[in-house]
């Protein structure tokens, strides 16, 4: 086995193994504190209410060290039984060439997501239905499977043709023109994904409330905010989580809230809620995130070329094809992101600290306060994570964090 072989299955079960010990923690942690809440919450949190999210925390973790074995024994399978097969057996039907470099990656990720499939069937009808979440309907979710599938397949057959097509013809610099492309399909989807493929999954309707619209658009107008609109998302008919977003940009961008937040929450905690979002807008997080993913984007391009140019793929016995490459370099990439994870959780927390700041400098921390503690009881969120968890997996400051600095500024 060579070097390169060997540091990358080191790397696929040592991640694995941090994060079932980060499970477990975590799991630790919802189970030491499960009979009542801390006290900064005994009045808005019932014992019950805390037990509940408890038990939740524990199932879900159990559920997601399953996930992580499954991923490690996926991913030690392709590179070391099943992508050689795979190949022998597409060439037997496919010459060698760009079109076979396409079918073995499109082959490998359509067999991949059918062995990941039965856990997120767990996940949505035994977990999320268990716990009063689930309004998915198994129709609905073959519906949203077949979507998908037949988006991923109009939008990435091409890009890969693109891809090996690029790498043939220019071997030197053919990252740099993907690095590129990638950037600009990057900027491309901030605006079609909100206004063609969102509402190809769920319905977005206009905010009806005239009240509640008259005051938000007053605070957009305060922030120099333009909207494409707000709009109300029927994410009831899947699940009972809660949320809100604004996604787009420049002149698309839309602000959208949840029908569930809607109807769980008062005027002025989704007023606080919008002026959260506004502060990623205020703050430039979100022009932060896309320069953070170019860079990403920059790197991983530049490894792909070097992987390309050694021929990573003799490195695990397999042939030097670009889709066999590509798997390798993406399989190899995962564990590495995992451990990279608590760095960019780090940038995106702090993001969210000023978010928060942004919304108490325009409300007050009450109505803040009250969201943060409302969303944390309805999607059952743990108010007692493990903090080495939290690290590599809350790209978000838990609620009593975020809740406590709202409060930690006031009192200063």
Known sequence: MSFIAAAVYFAILASAALGVYLKARQSRAARADRDAPPPEFAETITPQEHRRSADYTVARMRLSVGETLLDAAISVAWLALLLGPLYALLAQFIAPGLTLSVAVVVAVAIVDHLLRLPLSLVETFGLEARFGFNRTTPFMFLLDEAKGAALWLVFFIPLLYGLFFAARFSPDYWWLAGFVAAVALLLAMTVIYPSVIAPMFNQFTPLEDAALKARMEELLARCGFQSGGLFVMDASTRSTHGNAYFSGFGKAKRIVFFDTLLRKHSADEILAILAHELGHYKFG?????????????????????????????????????????????????????????????????????????????????????SALTKLSRDNLATLTPDRLYALFYYSHPPAPIRIAALLEARSA
């Not at 370099?329 to 927390?349: D, G, K, Q, V, Y």
């Open 285 to 369: 997080h979100v022009r932060q995130r896309i320069f953070q993913a170019a860079g990403f984007l920059f790197i991983g391009f530049a490894a792909l070329h070097l992987a390309f140019e050694r021929g990573l793929g003799g490195a695990f016995g397999l042939p030097n094809d670009p889709g066999i490459i590509l798997v390798i370099a993406l399989t190899a990439a995962a564990p590495i992101l995992h451990l990279l994870s608590p760095l960019t959780n780090f940038l995106s927390r702090r993001a969210e600290f000023e978010a928060d700041g942004f919304a108490k400098s325009i409300y007050g921390e009450e109505p803040m306060v």
